[in-house]
Structures are given as structure tokens and as C-alpha cells.
């Protein structure tokens, strides 16, 4: 345990590596993160996607007025 004090408990999903791993291996500019685990950081571009596919959605939503009310001022 004591091998733990002062490492970042950070993970991360390198693009150039397809791999998983902490702080500091790969450059910023390749990677997705920070996670809170390795699990987390290994399923980096499935929740890159689903976000994408959200806001996208959410997007779509907003340009053609059908929001759902959202964001309307109350008359």
C-alpha cells in the first residue's frame, strides 16, 4: 500500500496505444481521460461515442424546435 502514496490515481485511454494506462506514459494530445479506473478508462471510446451520439441528438433537437420546451421563456 505504501507504494500508492503520491501516484495519481488517474486513468487514461491512449489513442496512438489502443491501451489503458496512468498519467504520464503518452502525451496529452493522445489520450482520453481522466478516469476514475482502468475499467472506466478501457471503455474510454464507448463513452466517447454515446456522448457524441447525445449531443448530436440533442442538437438535431434544438435546430429543428422540438427541444421540448426546454429553454423557453414561461409567458
Same mark, same amino acid.
Given at each position: 500500500?505504501?507504494?500508492?502514496?503520491?501516484?495519481?490515481?488517474?486513468?487514461?485511454?491512449?489513442?496512438?496505444?489502443?491501451?489503458?494506462?496512468?498519467?504520464?506514459?503518452?502525451?496529452?494530445?493522445?489520450?482520453?481521460?481522466?478516469?476514475?479506473?482502468?475499467? #472506466?478508462?478501457?471503455?474510454?471510446?464507448?463513452?466517447?461515442?454515446?456522448?457524441?451520439?447525445?449531443?448530436?441528438?440533442?442538437?438535431?433537437?434544438?435546430?429543428?424546435?422540438?427541444?421540448?420546451? #426546454?429553454?423557453?421563456?414561461?409567458?
Amino acid at each position: 500500500m505504501g507504494d500508492e502514496v503520491g501516484r495519481t490515481t488517474a486513468w487514461y485511454y491512449c489513442l496512438r496505444h489502443h491501451t489503458v494506462e496512468p498519467e504520464g506514459v503518452c502525451k496529452a494530445t493522445d489520450r482520453l481521460g481522466p478516469y476514475p479506473d482502468p475499467d #472506466a478508462a478501457a471503455h474510454a471510446l464507448e463513452t466517447f461515442r454515446e456522448r457524441e451520439e447525445r449531443l448530436e441528438a440533442e442538437d438535431r433537437q434544438w435546430a429543428e424546435g422540438t427541444d421540448g420546451g #426546454a429553454g423557453q421563456a414561461a409567458g
